[in-house]
């Protein structure tokens, strides 16, 4: 007892001593667990930053890849409207000036009006927000009227002494049958049809490219 009197303080002040080398370890080990949190914080943004630049450039790079793809297939024909027209070419003239004079003939060709989209005109724009792809795309077009000049068959046909039909005559009236089938194939509605057959085809390319299941296409 006489001992731990006379050596009170002594031990008092050990107790003190370690109790402070407790807190030391202790702010140290706090300190520590603080710098590798904030460590950890910094390199999950710092990863999610990269993820986010390599998301945004992996679509860009998909963005050029459809443009690209799309613009390989130059003017697609999407729409053909075939026909077996018939028509009658009349040429007239008066001789001297007074006296009417007429020959005609009537005839038919087969044939086909292609209409169709020029892709290399098609602009595409994607909003990562939306998941949407924009495709603007230009009108369908007129781009051939073809006639299978083995088909041509004349049904009948008035030749005037005074005003006879000529190679040109024949050329013109082929002329104005391509004009014909043209103004019909735009009035049953070709080039409408083409244009839903062009979004389809653009769409379907879309969707088959990797990574763009999840995307919604949209057309203007």
Excluded: H
Excluded at 15 to 41: F, G, H, P, Q, W
Excluded at 113 to 124: H, N, Q, R, S, T
Excluded at 198 to 216: C, D, E, H, K
């Amino acid at each position: 007892m006489d001992f731990i009197k006379q050596n009170r303080n002594r031990i008092y002040l050990g107790i003190t001593i370690a109790a402070l080398v407790l807190a030391v370890i202790l702010c140290i080990d706090y300190s520590a667990r603080r710098k590798a949190e904030k460590s950890e914080a910094a390199q999950t943004a710092t990863t999610r930053t990269e993820k986010e630049k390599k998301d945004k450039v992996l679509i860009s790079v998909n963005t050029g890849t459809i443009r690209d793809g799309l613009a390989d297939m130059g003017v697609l024909i999407t729409q053909e409207y075939y026909f077996t027209q018939v028509e009658t070419y009349t040429k007239e003239k008066n001789i001297f000036l007074v006296i009417p004079s007429t020959s005609a003939f009537t005839y038919s060709y087969d044939g086909a009006v292609m209409a169709g989209v020029d892709f290399e005109k098609i602009l595409v724009e994607t909003d990562e927000d939306r998941r949407t792809i924009t495709v603007t795309m230009p009108s369908s077009e007129i781009q051939a009227v073809t006639i299978d000049k083995d088909t041509f068959k004349i049904y009948s046909e008035k030749d005037s002494l005074w005003n006879p039909l000529k190679l040109e005559d024949y050329n013109i009236s082929l002329d104005e049958f391509e004009t014909a089938a043209k103004e019909k194939a735009l009035a049953s509605g070709i080039l409408t049809r083409s244009d839903e057959q062009a979004q389809n085809i653009v769409r379907r390319f879309i969707q088959s490219l990797p990574g763009m299941s999840g995307y919604t296409v949209e057309f203007q």
